[in-house]
């Protein structure tokens, strides 16, 4: 099973993998957790090329071909074989960010993004993806304060020095992808404690695993 997370920074995604890698590990599952960007040997290289504050000046397309490469080669190389051993998987994004970011966030055409996500992963879709949803003012203070806290500001601030505009459009890209696909996207309110989406999470887990 593939399952992945989704929403603007600063909603606790991270936090609620490792919750959840816990439950399914006590269920006696074996879980794999990653990350897009960064997921794979050469993808953690393209995170830092696409994060760093140093690299304001990468233009919009090669910001997005960067995204596809980082996401064939985590497919590939991790996902993939991941799931063919039997794990789950729980990946922190995945092809949805890239229309929620370059789509509605930079204003690339959606239909093109939807066919080029299509060439990246080659076949191989979420069961299923939970979208923590937080208004950007709250979400971007969070993830403003963690990379502060974890000297990461120049390294991997570039997204965080956007607009709060743009945030609000990301936002609005997740919400109508949700929207689209229902049966594959899930809407949590991230506003919540930790511990009670922690609960909504499982919820829909244990839902998609007895079905
Ligand atoms: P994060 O892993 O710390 O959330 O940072 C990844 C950043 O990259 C985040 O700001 C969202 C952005 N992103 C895109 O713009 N497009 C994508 O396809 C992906 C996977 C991430």
Known sequence: MFIT???????GKSTQIALLQKHLEAQG???????????????AELRRVLLSLEN?????????????ADRAQHVAQ??????ASGAVVLSDRFADSTVAYQGYGRGMDLPLLHQLNA??????WPDLTLL???????GLGRAVARNSREGKTSAEGRFEAESLAFHGRVRQGFLDLAAREPGRIRVLDASDTPESTALA??????AMLHA
């Open 201 to 206: 999470v499982r919820a829909q887990v244990e």
């Open 78 to 83: 991790v996902v993939r074989p991941a799931l």
């Open 5 to 11: 997370f989704e929403g603007i920074e600063g909603t």
């Open 29 to 43: 599952r074996r879980v794999v957790v990653t990350c897009e960007p960064g997921g794979s040997r050469i993808g």
């Open 132 to 138: 923590l949803d937080l208004d950007p003012a709250a």
């Open 56 to 68: 304001r000046d990468l233009t919009p397309q090669a910001e997005l071909f960067l995204y596809l």
């Open 119 to 124: 060439v990246a992963v080659a076949g191989l």
